[in-house]
């Protein structure tokens, strides 16, 4: 199994387990054997780029951990970042549209740089539901359907809709099926039958299994995957659709 949302960290609505070593446990207790590791100290910072450390160090100690960096493209120095992630063989950066206040109709060139570096550029629409944040700071979701169309704009560039919730996930899976490399997790996808209905919409070749531990619990998550939906579908949310987007080895 392969985990694609993973974050370590501190988070101020609520206590997590968010340790570099706890995160890991959670999510290799239920089958995961390799993950995709995000800071979430860079979220509220001025510069969210001093906490990717923790994850390169991370992917540096444990072969199990590939660092998925946040990336905001409105600091002057955040092609340096992108080049950072190329040296360190990241494969995976993340945008935080809404935290970082940018507008993904003004992304285009930011894009165009991510793109040219050959790294999969993933676009977190939600990190906490709106309705469970602090009164006083509420970050609302980035809309999904612009996450796609960003992905429209520039076809050559991987795009990975990350956090959208399943409703959202299943009025765009023909958009998303319509470009060529479009993806999407499964993080926010909660609900009595809501992944088999992404499923029966096509999707399963366009999923990723994300737990979104520490704020979520990585057991539900998987058991959403291996309940919901058929084992062929599963094997491609829960490994292949990863393992072929990393170019993980067979």
Not at 27 to 41: A, F, H, I, R
Request: with cysteine.
């Amino acid at each position: 199994m392969i985990d694609t949302c993973v974050w370590t960290g501190h988070w101020g609505s609520f206590a997590i387990p968010g340790q570099v070593h706890e995160v890991v446990d959670s999510v290799t207790e239920v089958g995961v054997t390799v993950l995709l590791l995000s800071p979430l100290d860079g979220v509220w910072a001025h510069n969210a780029h001093r906490a990717n450390d923790i994850v390169y160090a991370a992917a540096t100690a444990d072969e199990r951990v590939l660092a998925a960096p946040v990336i905001d493209p409105t600091m002057a120095t955040w092609e340096d970042e992108i080049r950072r992630a190329v040296d360190e063989g990241a494969r995976v950066v993340r945008w935080l549209p809404s935290y970082c206040g940018f507008e993904l109709a003004a992304a285009d060139d930011w894009t165009r740089v991510t793109g040219a570096a050959s790294r999969i550029l993933w676009v977190q629409t939600r990190l906490e539901d709106p309705r469970r944040q602090h009164p006083r700071a509420v970050v609302p979701d980035t809309v999904a359907a612009e996450v796609v169309d960003l992905a429209r704009r520039h076809p050559q560039v991987t795009v990975v809709v990350g956090g959208a919730t399943w409703k959202n996930l299943l009025d765009l899976a023909p958009a998303i099926l319509g470009l060529p490399n479009c993806y999407a997790d499964t993080s926010q996808v909660d609900g009595m039958d809501s992944l088999l209905r992404l499923v029966d919409a096509g999707l399963a070749t366009r999923l990723l299994y994300g737990s979104h531990a520490p704020l979520f619990m990585p057991l539900a998550a998987m058991a959403r995957v291996i309940i919901d939906v058929d084992a062929d579908s599963a094997h491609l949310i829960l490994n292949q659709n990863a393992s072929q987007l990393l170019r993980l080895p067979q």
